[in-house]
């Protein structure tokens, strides 16, 4: 069992930055490769960006790519996602997933979710 708890979330104006955080209970958070999603008002679960067990390998929606990072400290047990450039568009409650699995850009693929933080750009 893995028990996620994300925060950082907050209210920015466009062009600024926010960094989330997600802290992972357990022993083996190495093992498990971890998820960025995303869902705005009247949408579904979208997929931001993930980063394998090791950090070696990360992928990102094309929506995001040069404007977030996300990493991990293992031996923190975190998970990272530094947003700059934000826009209103970025606006939807963040969630963070772990996954034993090896496909990891659909949602379905994840075992483990946090509660979500709340991130909204101002225009």
């Known amino acids: 069992q893995v028990q996620l708890v994300e925060s950082g979330g907050g209210l920015v104006q466009a062009g600024g930055s926010l960094r989330l955080s997600c802290a992972a209970s357990?022993?083996?958070?190495?093992?498990?490769?971890m998820g960025w999603f995303r869902q705005a008002p009247g949408k579904g679960r979208e997929f931001v960006a993930a980063?394998?067990?090791?950090?070696?390998?990360?992928y990102y929606a094309d929506s995001v790519k040069g404007r977030f990072t996300i990493s991990r400290e293992n031996a923190k047990n975190s998970v990272y996602l530094q947003m700059n450039s934000l826009q209103p568009e970025d606006t939807a409650v963040y969630y963070c997933a772990a996954t034993s699995r090896t496909y990891l850009l659909s949602r379905t693929n994840y075992d483990y979710w946090g509660q979500g933080t709340q991130v909204t750009v101002s225009s």
């Open positions: 980063i394998r067990g090791s950090g070696r390998s990360t």
């Open positions: 357990g022993r083996t958070f190495s093992s498990y490769a």
